[in-house]
């Protein structure tokens, strides 16, 4: 204990069972802090096992600038199963809550959800939540009492336990950039394939607009947890000359089921935040996959819906 701790502090201490704290990472040196040194990293115990807090010990004293946890967020389905919650998938009071942002949307910024990395957040549906953080953008507002705001989340970010499982293409930039939290800051932190080299010396359009180009590209991600889902966002940021012709998404619930439409095939423009509201099929869901045509990159990706308590596992 450090030697400047209180009595009040030991016994503060003594609250958390220390005897229980298992360690993943053994003592190790560390070196100064200077640009050659200052990062380390380190392999932790190998377990399946999910970790909902971390201590830190240095020795003797000192000081660290940043400690960063790489890992896999997952959603507490305990808190999901919570009886305040219910398990009706009626979207009803939802669309309501959806609809406070339809209105004076800019076009190329964050549409004003924010990320709900704490489930805890899903057990108080009737509770008035400001959130602490906002994105660039997000018009202040105070969520209303009557609707189930608490239920709504981005199912595919990584801090709601989003994780993208497989791809075609990542030549520019990983498919996993895009389920971020943040806004994109470039082209080099969202999804960007490499240019496909079969396009024909002249490009035909379709009566619909597309370009009649052959292949596509395509990334699938498992949902940190099985929902129905309101609103899909599609943002191409910093994509001007490289954004692809078009996108669709497919949906499935479960390893073994068949890919079903989620929103058919839809143009895109360069740095531009689209918004679908009307798709195709609401699911549930537990995978989507993203196709887009014929290449290119996009800078974010929100699937936002509702917990659908019925197939946690």
């Keep these: 204990m450090g030697t400047c701790a209180t009595e009040y502090n030991l016994k503060q201490v003594e609250k958390l069972h220390s005897q229980t704290w298992q360690e993943i990472v053994p003592m190790v040196p560390l070196k100064a802090g200077y640009k050659e040194t200052r990062h380390h990293y380190f392999p932790t115990l190998k377990s399946d096992k999910v970790w909902t807090h971390v201590r830190l010990n240095l020795y003797p004293d000192g000081g660290i ?9 997952i ?38 959800f924010v990320d709900l990395a704490i489930a805890v957040n899903l057990t ?5 939540i400001q959130p602490p953080m906002r994105a660039p953008g997000f018009r202040k507002r105070r969520f209303s009492p009557q609707k189930p705001c608490g239920m709504i989340l981005d199912l595919v970010s990584m801090v709601n336990g989003g994780v993208c499982e497989d791809y075609s293409n990542a030549h520019y930039g990983h498919p996993r950039n895009i389920i971020r939290p ?16 079969d396009r024909p010396p002249i490009i035909q359009v379709s009566p619909e607009g597309f370009l009649q180009l052959p292949g596509f590209e395509w ?21 001007k000359g490289n954004y692809p012709d078009t996108v669709r998404l497919e949906g499935k619930l479960g390893l073994q089921a068949k890919w079903i439409n ?47 308590t019925n197939q946690l596992v």
């Design 65 to 73: 600038a940043r400690l960063r946890l790489f890992g896999e967020a």
């Design 75 to 112: 959603l507490d389905h305990t808190l999901l199963n919570s009886s305040q919650v219910g398990e009706n998938t009626n979207t009803e009071d939802n669309d309501g809550f959806m609809e406070m942002y339809d209105k004076e949307e800019p076009q190329n910024e964050s549409s004003g």
């Design 124 to 128: 108080r549906p009737t509770t008035l």
């Design 182 to 197: 943040n806004e994109g800051v470039g082209m080099s932190d969202g999804w960007e394939t490499a240019r496909r080299l």
């Design 219 to 239: 990334a699938v991600f498992r949902l940190g947890a099985p929902g129905v889902i309101h609103r899909i966002e599609v943002d191409t940021k910093h994509f």
């Design 262 to 308: 989620l929103l058919s095939k839809t143009k895109l423009s360069m740095d531009k935040l689209h918004v679908y509201k009307e798709l195709d099929n609401k699911g549930p869901f537990s995978h989507v996959r993203v196709i887009i045509a014929p290449d290119g990159g996009i800078g974010r990706l929100r699937i936002w819906g509702s917990v659908f």
